[in-house]
């Protein structure tokens, strides 16, 4: 199963969408370097899949595109939120693991707010960063093992 990145994304502050970025470097053991996200956490890495945006914007929901989930890294061709936890995946350089799906959003969410409702409850997985390196818009994803 492969896929690739369709975008990364980054922002100073939790709970904004964030601005989309030419290629990112994620640090080992903390995930995207200058993301508000990053730190020694399991969810040091949030990514999304084009599918599901694609889900809202069928539901007639207009102007969504790449970070608008304050997701890190926006994907294509693997379906993620059907990847178990435990599932390693060579990104870019870099090697991550899944370490939870979806998550609730807190109070105030600024996309929530915008968009009206978010996905990244349902959909979107988190990671944690196991081998850094850089990641770039059009890396291929691979799963390198499934549980």
Aim: positive net charge; contains cysteine.
């Amino acid at each position: 199963m492969k896929g690739k990145v369709i975008a990364i994304n980054i922002s100073e502050k939790k709970g904004e969408i964030k601005t989309t970025i030419e290629e990112g470097i994620f640090q080992e053991g903390h995930g995207l370097v200058g993301d508000a996200h990053a730190g020694k956490w399991h969810r040091q890495v949030s990514l999304l899949a084009k599918e599901s945006i694609d889900k809202m914007k069928e539901m007639g929901i207009q102007g969504l595109c790449s970070g608008k989930f304050a997701e890190n890294i926006t994907t294509e061709g693997i379906i993620l939120c059907e990847l178990p936890v435990g599932t390693k995946l060579k990104i870019g350089e870099t090697v991550q693991e899944i370490t939870q799906i979806g998550k609730e959003c807190h109070d105030g969410c600024a996309i929530k707010q915008q968009v009206g409702q978010c996905i990244m409850p349902r959909e979107g997985i988190f990671t944690r960063v196991i081998k850094g390196g850089k990641i770039r818009k059009g890396d291929s994803i691979e799963v390198l093992q499934s549980y």
